[in-house]
């Protein structure tokens, strides 16, 4: 009986043993370019994760909530790579005083697509725990990126008129931050009732003092809602982007809509022309990850969009 128990405990050692070695024998092979870096990613990633005692309410006029570290770091520098090369500025139409338009200049965006992403595709999964809205009435993530001067002034993310719109109008927003920024580029609430309540920061800019700042902190986001609980426009939820003074700024932002909405397709690399001298491998790993099933996982990565050839389209027989 006794050799049972000691055979038992030492069966118990070593499976609780494993999962530490076998993650530093990852670690210790996985560094050093950004493919070995996303492997790793992946490796560390962890089931759907959301813990409630981390999100707060702030304001119940608009209705705001935040969540301190709802993002990991390795999360965050994810979502700016897949951005890198492909975000383009973002224009807003404005109808000034004088009655005629003018394009104003804000941050720029790029929408990526989480069915082409197994990580972004489990953010989204825990974006809408921590909301308890569908994934499916989700519009897909923007990634934003400002710059010293880039700012988004005063406006409402629900819509005028939605008869047109896919999905609908805007119920909520999710704003996840992915960067610090040394001054200046808070989300303000102008309308916030608890902006008389706010203590004063003197690092706050002159503009967040306006209304309800909210300080871009890595790996936070701000949960809000654009409509009332009648499906009204909620006009207590305008708010603006200040303007970076020193530093830059990214973000990403998901809307949900009130009904489901599609995803936009990205041009599959399947289907760009490729010449047969062209047709490589960009890394010695790329056929054992390919074995994995990671040209099905991370097809952006592996095979390629309109725009980037894709690091193993050999292995992944894309060519």
Partial sequence: MASRLLRFFHLLALFSFLPFSFSRLIESRLKGSNAERLVLLRARTQPVRFNPSKSKQISWH????????????????????????????????????????????????????????????????????????????????????????????P??????????????????????????????????????????????????SECALAGYAIKPVKGNAVFFFNLN??????????????????????????????????????????TLPVDQDECTDEDDNCASWAELGECERNPVFMLGSSDYSGACRKSCKAC
């Fill in 229 to 270: 609980l009648d499906l009204t426009p909620d006009n207590s939820s305008q708010h603006e982007v200040c303007k970076v003074l020193e530093g830059e700024k990214w973000s990403a932002t998901m809307y949900f809509h009130m009904g489901p909405v599609h995803q936009r397709e990205l041009t599959p690399a399947l």
């Fill in 62 to 153: 608009p209705r705001v909530s935040l969540y301190e570290g709802f993002l990991s770091d390795d999360e965050c520098d994810h979502l700016i790579s897949l951005a890198h090369g492909k975000i383009e500025k973002h224009v807003v139409i404005d109808n000034n005083s004088t009655g005629t338009q003018r394009a104003i200049p804000t941050g720029k965006k790029f929408l990526v697509n989480s069915e082409q992403d197994e990580i972004l595709s489990k953010i989204e999964e825990r974006i809408s725990l921590w909301t308890m809205l569908p994934k499916e009435h989700g519009g897909g993530i923007q990634i934003w990126n400002y710059r010293v001067n880039d700012s988004y002034g």
């Fill in 155 to 204: 406006h409402y993310d629900f819509f005028e008129n939605s008869e047109a719109k896919p999905g609908g109008n805007r119920v909520a927003t999710v704003l996840m931050y992915l960067s610090n920024v040394t001054h200046g580029s808070e989300t303000v609430f102008l309308k916030s009732q608890t902006k008389y309540y706010k203590l004063k920061d003197e690092n706050l």
